[in-house]
């Protein structure tokens, strides 16, 4: 079993072991809820415990009971379950083990702490973990507790991340997972150590850091009373899986240096493995651990991605965004032609620079009056995958420009693409995969081949960590499974030789949206 504590919801997926390619038997999601602490300020959300665990509990028992219902498994069967979560997303327990705060990664009530931060230490933070601006790190939230909630600070001995809470909660075992913790700024990037000398340095060493275990590693079996609560048999062995993203990478088999991976989910993610640690200079790319083992990555961040498309669908639906909506937007967004020209999509996902994090003016610009082309919901729909699909290939350019992508090996089947420059793939996955214009426009757009893996690809990546731990089977069969379970798509040269010229307007605009700001 594999559970996901991501941006949108719990999943949870059961999944035979021994068939490492195979897709799981069920999937199961439930929404996860945050709210606004009345104490708190405009930007803060926390997670109640007794919710999320509801709704783990939820997800858990939805997915034993249609893999139940299609393939005869029963809980009692489960022998392993890995556990994934949302990156940014941070936990702190009192002494005693107890909860005294969990928080998802949209929790930005540190905003003016971590700005503080970062006036006095930013370079410091960002060679230890690679990553900045410091109010999407553990220490901002920290650092506000300490001034605003010193009784929260006070009562805080340990500080972990989203899916290292839900292990403890299963094991009683309190570790924090190195590439997880790298993402909350706690895990020093090279090292794998907790980054207790930045504790100390930013006055924040009254919180203790866990000792770090890698991905793939035994946190240890399912107590007595996770079992009475979740479902899950006492005793089945609890991995660690790590951040969703990089768990997303390896469920579509992304491990080799070079190698580039995309997730088009709730946010959109690109990252290029590297063997070392690679740090870009200009501070725009974040650098991270993969869960794959001595592997690291090197990522182009583009924003809120499939929040920005479900708002859409529930405007342009009158409200609604359930499978029949987002089937309906995808059938319109695949009826207008690439050259509709009648409006141009600024919605979330842009070309970052994680150096200057913040808010960014966008929106909906109409080349054409709306008095002479007025767009209809598909026009609007379309713009907005096809802003998706440039953010990525925006992404993917400063990626290339940092460090190289992976020439084809000895065999290796390539096709030519519109500039005739014969690379390696990039493999795609996430929720938004599940929209076929979106996957049309993304294979178009981008300047290379394109392999789609799962929408569940993070999910595949944990059930592949927990198959490894348990033994049922190798790391490097399971790999090759998930690698070649992606499908190749060739693009439409005509439609890649106009989005090039679409491509370079996009930037253009949003150049300019950059330069008037907020």
Known sequence: MAIDLGSSGVRAAVAEASLASAPPLAVARVPLRSFRPPDGPELAREFDPADIRRQVRLAVRSAVREAARSAGVRASGVAAVAVTGQREAIALFDASGGTVYIGPNNDLRGAFEGAAIDDEHASLIWRATGHLPSFMLAWSKLAWFRQQAPETYERAAHVTTLGDWLV??????????????????????????????????????????????????????????????????????????????????????????????????????????TGRPVLDPDRGLWSGRHVAPDRFVVEANTGVMGGAYEWLVRLTSGGSAGSREYAAADRAAGRKGRSDGSVSAHLGPAALNMSRAGLQAGGLIFPVPLALDPPDAGALCRAALENFAFAFRAGVEKLDALVPHRTPGPGRHMFAVPNERAVAPVHVGGGLTRNATFRRVLTDVLPCPVR?????????????????????????????????????????????????GLYEQWRHRGDLLAQIGL
């Open 168 to 273: 403890h909660e299963l094991t009683g075992e309190l570790r924090i997972e190195r590439a997880l913790g790298v993402e909350a700024g706690l895990v020093e990037l090279e090292s794998g150590e907790a980054a207790t000398g930045l504790a100390a340095r930013l006055g924040l060493a009254d919180i203790a850091i866990p000792k770090p275990v890698n991905a793939g590693d035994v946190a240890g079996p399912v107590r007595r009373r996770a079992s009475e609560e979740f479902g899950i048999p006492e005793g089945a062995t609890v991995v660690c899986a790590g951040p969703d993203s990089q768990a997303a990478l390896l469920g579509m088999g992304v491990a080799d240096p070079g190698a580039t991976g995309i997730v088009a989910g709730w946010s959109g993610v690109a990252q290029r493995v």
């Open 452 to 500: 789609f893996g799962s929408p569940d690809a993070s999910l595949l990546g944990a059930l592949t960590l927990g198959e490894t731990a348990i033994e049922a089977v190798d790391f490097a069969t399971a790999l090759r499974g998930r690698a070649t379970a992606c499908r190749a798509v060739r693009p439409d040269p005509a439609a890649a030789e106009e989005y090039d």
